[in-house]
Nanobody
Framework: QVYVVESGGRMVQAGGSLRLSCAAS??????????MGWFRQAPGKDREFVAA????????GSADSVKGRFTISRDNAKNTIYLQMNSLTPEDTAVYYC?????????????????WGQGTQVTVSS
Protein backbone atom coordinates (compact mmCIF):
# COMPACT_ATOMS: atom_id res chain seq x y z
CA GLN A 1 0.00 0.00 0.00
CA VAL A 2 1.24 3.49 -0.90
CA TYR A 3 -0.22 6.75 0.32
CA VAL A 4 0.26 10.02 -1.51
CA VAL A 5 -0.64 13.51 -0.35
CA GLU A 6 -0.44 16.54 -2.60
CA SER A 7 0.16 20.11 -1.46
CA GLY A 8 1.01 23.52 -2.84
CA GLY A 9 -2.05 24.32 -4.88
CA ARG A 10 -3.45 27.84 -4.70
CA MET A 11 -4.64 30.73 -6.83
CA VAL A 12 -1.99 32.43 -8.95
CA GLN A 13 -2.04 35.04 -11.70
CA ALA A 14 -1.38 34.15 -15.30
CA GLY A 15 2.32 34.11 -16.05
CA GLY A 16 3.16 33.12 -12.52
CA SER A 17 4.81 30.03 -11.10
CA LEU A 18 3.86 27.40 -8.57
CA ARG A 19 5.50 24.28 -7.16
CA LEU A 20 3.39 21.33 -6.16
CA SER A 21 4.66 18.67 -3.79
CA CYS A 22 3.61 15.08 -3.35
CA ALA A 23 4.58 13.22 -0.20
CA ALA A 24 4.55 9.45 -0.60
CA SER A 25 4.56 6.91 2.20
CA UNK A 26 3.57 3.40 3.05
CA UNK A 27 5.06 0.10 4.14
CA UNK A 28 6.56 -0.63 0.73
CA UNK A 29 7.26 2.75 -0.76
CA UNK A 30 10.65 3.60 0.74
CA UNK A 31 12.20 0.32 -0.27
CA UNK A 32 10.32 -0.04 -3.48
CA UNK A 33 10.73 1.23 -7.01
CA UNK A 34 7.66 3.27 -7.84
CA UNK A 35 7.32 5.51 -10.83
CA MET A 36 5.27 8.62 -10.08
CA GLY A 37 2.98 10.78 -12.13
CA TRP A 38 1.05 14.02 -12.06
CA PHE A 39 -2.38 14.27 -13.63
CA ARG A 40 -4.97 17.02 -13.67
CA GLN A 41 -8.69 17.35 -14.11
CA ALA A 42 -10.49 20.54 -15.04
CA PRO A 43 -14.24 20.98 -14.49
CA GLY A 44 -16.21 19.06 -17.08
CA LYS A 45 -13.13 17.42 -18.54
CA ASP A 46 -11.47 14.03 -18.25
CA ARG A 47 -8.43 13.50 -16.11
CA GLU A 48 -5.33 14.08 -18.23
CA PHE A 49 -1.67 13.23 -17.98
CA VAL A 50 0.68 16.06 -17.05
CA ALA A 51 4.09 14.58 -16.28
CA ALA A 52 5.73 11.47 -14.89
CA UNK A 53 9.09 10.26 -13.65
CA UNK A 54 10.65 6.86 -13.26
CA UNK A 55 11.69 5.45 -9.90
CA UNK A 56 15.18 6.93 -9.77
CA UNK A 57 14.45 10.19 -11.54
CA UNK A 58 16.52 9.28 -14.56
CA UNK A 59 13.73 9.53 -17.09
CA UNK A 60 10.77 11.86 -17.29
CA GLY A 61 7.93 12.54 -19.65
CA SER A 62 5.36 15.28 -20.00
CA ALA A 63 2.32 16.24 -22.03
CA ASP A 64 2.82 18.47 -25.03
CA SER A 65 0.63 21.12 -23.42
CA VAL A 66 3.11 21.62 -20.58
CA LYS A 67 6.44 20.90 -22.26
CA GLY A 68 8.92 23.65 -21.63
CA ARG A 69 6.81 25.05 -18.77
CA PHE A 70 6.41 22.23 -16.22
CA THR A 71 9.18 20.13 -14.71
CA ILE A 72 8.76 16.99 -12.64
CA SER A 73 11.42 15.88 -10.18
CA ARG A 74 11.77 13.69 -7.13
CA ASP A 75 13.83 13.46 -3.99
CA ASN A 76 13.83 9.82 -2.93
CA ALA A 77 15.59 10.65 0.34
CA LYS A 78 12.49 12.65 1.27
CA ASN A 79 9.97 10.43 -0.54
CA THR A 80 8.70 13.55 -2.26
CA ILE A 81 7.83 14.33 -5.85
CA TYR A 82 7.62 17.87 -7.20
CA LEU A 83 5.95 19.60 -10.10
CA GLN A 84 7.43 22.98 -10.91
CA MET A 85 4.97 24.96 -13.02
CA ASN A 86 6.04 28.13 -14.81
CA SER A 87 4.32 30.49 -17.23
CA LEU A 88 0.92 29.40 -15.98
CA THR A 89 -2.18 30.18 -18.02
CA PRO A 90 -5.89 29.98 -17.13
CA GLU A 91 -6.00 26.73 -19.12
CA ASP A 92 -3.83 25.15 -16.41
CA THR A 93 -6.63 25.60 -13.88
CA ALA A 94 -7.52 22.16 -12.53
CA VAL A 95 -7.28 19.80 -9.62
CA TYR A 96 -3.82 18.26 -9.75
CA TYR A 97 -3.36 14.67 -8.65
CA CYS A 98 -0.24 12.74 -7.75
CA UNK A 99 -0.17 9.01 -8.38
CA UNK A 100 2.17 6.09 -7.73
CA UNK A 101 2.70 3.21 -10.12
CA UNK A 102 3.76 -0.27 -9.04
CA UNK A 103 6.55 -0.30 -11.60
CA UNK A 104 9.89 1.50 -11.87
CA UNK A 105 9.04 2.76 -15.37
CA UNK A 106 6.67 5.66 -15.78
CA UNK A 107 3.56 5.60 -17.91
CA UNK A 108 1.16 8.25 -19.20
CA UNK A 109 -2.11 6.44 -18.71
CA UNK A 110 -4.10 7.04 -15.56
CA UNK A 111 -5.10 3.38 -15.40
CA UNK A 112 -1.43 2.45 -15.04
CA UNK A 113 -1.31 4.05 -11.59
CA UNK A 114 -2.74 2.26 -8.59
CA UNK A 115 -2.34 4.79 -5.79
CA TRP A 116 -3.79 8.28 -5.90
CA GLY A 117 -3.93 11.32 -3.68
CA GLN A 118 -6.95 13.52 -3.06
CA GLY A 119 -5.70 16.30 -5.29
CA THR A 120 -4.78 19.94 -4.84
CA GLN A 121 -6.55 22.83 -6.54
CA VAL A 122 -4.63 25.14 -8.85
CA THR A 123 -6.46 28.19 -10.12
CA VAL A 124 -4.85 30.57 -12.59
CA SER A 125 -6.53 33.94 -12.96
CA SER A 126 -6.25 36.05 -16.07
Amino acid sequence: QVYVVESGGRMVQAGGSLRLSCAASGPTFAGGTYAMGWFRQAPGKDREFVAAIDWNGGTTGSADSVKGRFTISRDNAKNTIYLQMNSLTPEDTAVYYCAARGSPIYASGARDYAYWGQGTQVTVSS
